[in-house]
């Protein structure tokens, strides 16, 4: 869904889900309060187990590691928006 969000209400919806300032926002259907969502990055074996101290594997060397993006971000209700921002910033 898209919608154009001034500054102040990124910064108003990333406040609400304690989320770091460059966190993208998802906008979905519904009154969703800002909330945050996803996974961070973090490397895991060709078979997808998750590993928690890379460098313990660096003897098999980094061909066995596959590194996974951060997913993480802010998802807030279309709603939730109209309801609570549009209101109150003037």
Same mark, same amino acid.
């Not at 300032?21 to 996974?39: F, H, R, S, T």
């Not at 490397?43 to 998750?50: D, F, I, M, P």
């Not at 993006?69 to 109150?88: A, C, D, F, M, P």
């Given at each position: 869904? %898209? *919608?154009?969000?001034?500054?102040?209400?990124?910064?108003? *919806?990333?406040?609400?889900?304690?989320?770091?300032?460059?966190?993208?926002?998802?906008?979905v259907?519904?009154?969703?309060?800002? #909330?945050? /969502?996803?996974?961070s990055?973090?490397?895991?074996?060709?078979?997808?187990?998750?590993?928690?101290?890379?460098?313990?594997?660096?003897?098999?060397?980094?061909? %066995?590691?596959?590194?996974?993006? %951060?997913?993480?971000?802010?998802? /807030?209700? *279309?709603?939730?928006i109209?309801?609570?921002?549009?209101? #109150? *910033? %003037?």
């Amino acid at each position: 869904m %898209s *919608i154009n969000l001034t500054r102040e209400e990124r910064w108003i *919806i990333r406040m609400e889900a304690n989320a770091h300032l460059n966190c993208p926002i998802e906008v979905v259907a519904g009154d969703v309060a800002p #909330q945050m /969502v996803g996974e961070s990055w973090c490397w895991r074996t060709k078979g997808g187990k998750k590993i928690h101290h890379p460098s313990a594997y660096s003897k098999k060397g980094w061909s %066995s590691m596959t590194y996974c993006n %951060s997913t993480k971000r802010v998802e /807030v209700g *279309i709603e939730w928006i109209e309801t609570y921002l549009h209101g #109150q *910033i %003037s």
